[in-house]
C-alpha cells in the first residue's frame, strides 16, 4: 500500500513542505519517530523500501532475464538504463543487497565484469574492441569500461587511439557528415524504435551522426524530427 500522493521513495526533508506536511522533527517530537517509521508502523509501504527489500532471488532471477534479453551480462550503466523506465532493480540495490555489483553477478552464476577481463593481452581487449565497434557502430574509452575493460588497462595497452588504428576507425573522430547522413541516421533509430526517437533515445543507442551533428545541421531536434518525417512521407510514395 502506497501513501497517495507522496512520491514513491522514503521522505527526503524538502518534499515535506513539498507536499504541504509538517517538517521532519515535528513528527519525533509528537509521535517519538520519524515519519517513514511512522507509516510503516500503520501499514503504508514506499514502493522504493519495497524494492529495496527485494528477495535476493528475485534480483537474481531479473539479472538473468537481461542478460537473456540482452545477449550478455549487463554492466551497472546498462542495468541502471533499464530500470529508469521499467520496474527492473537498480544496480544500487544490487550493491545494497549483495555488497557489490560483482558479487550479484556470482550470485547469479556469472563471472564478474572485472575479473573476465583482468590481465588480458592486446589482441583479447582488440577483440573486446571490435565487438563494441560492432555493435554499436562507435568506439571510445567509456563503451570499453561498461563492457569491463578499466580506463587504466585500455592505457596500459596503448590508448584507446590505438585499437581504433589497429581496427581501421577514424581515431580522430572528424568524419564530415551532411545532412543527409543526419536524416539517414534518424532514419535508423526511426526502423530500430518504431518511433520518432528521443534525444536520449538517440544518444543512448550510439547512432551515427552523433545528435549534435544533427542539431547543428537542423538547428533544434525538433526541425531534424520534421525533416525525418518529410523523408518518411517521401519513402512511401516511392
Not at 527526503?12 to 519525533?28: A, D, M, Q
Not at 511512522?38 to 529495496?52: A, D, E, N, T
Not at 583479447?124 to 563492457?147: C, P, Q, R, S
Request: hydrophobic content about 30%; glycine content about 6%.
Amino acid at each position: 500500500m502506497n501513501w497517495r500522493g507522496f512520491p514513491p521513495f522514503d521522505p527526503k526533508r524538502l518534499e515535506f513542505s513539498k507536499y504541504g506536511l509538517p517538517s521532519p522533527t515535528t513528527y519525533i517530537k509528537r509521535f517519538g519517530m520519524s515519519a517513514a517509521n511512522l507509516l510503516k508502523k500503520h501499514g503504508y509501504i514506499f514502493i522504493y523500501s519495497f524494492r529495496k527489500n527485494i528477495s535476493e532471488d528475485k534480483l537474481i532471477d531479473e539479472l538473468k532475464e537481461i542478460t537473456e534479453l540482452l545477449g550478455h551480462v549487463p554492466s551497472t550503466t546498462e542495468m541502471d538504463r533499464l530500470a529508469k523506465n521499467s520496474l527492473y532493480s537498480t544496480s544500487y540495490i544490487y550493491k545494497k543487497v549483495f555488497g557489490s555489483w560483482n558479487n550479484a553477478l556470482k550470485k547469479a552464476g556469472f563471472k564478474p565484469n572485472l575479473e573476465v577481463h583482468k590481465g588480458l593481452s592486446d589482441e583479447e581487449i582488440l577483440d573486446i574492441a571490435k565487438k563494441i565497434y560492432e555493435a554499436y557502430g562507435t568506439l571510445n574509452v567509456k563503451l570499453m569500461v561498461e563492457h569491463g575493460v578499466t580506463k587504466s588497462q585500455v592505457e596500459y595497452h596503448g590508448g584507446i587511439t590505438k585499437f581504433k588504428k589497429a581496427l581501421n576507425i577514424p581515431y580522430n573522430d572528424r568524419i564530415k557528415y551532411t545532412k543527409d547522413d543526419c536524416i539517414n541516421g534518424l532514419n535508423e533509430a526511426y526502423q530500430y524504435f518504431g518511433h520518432l526517437p528521443s534525444i536520449n533515445e538517440y544518444r543512448n543507442g550510439h547512432f551515427k551522426p552523433s545528435y549534435k551533428t544533427i542539431i547543428k545541421h537542423c538547428k533544434t531536434w525538433s526541425r531534424a524530427l520534421e525533416e525525418l518525417k518529410k523523408f518518411i512521407n517521401f519513402l512511401s510514395q516511392t
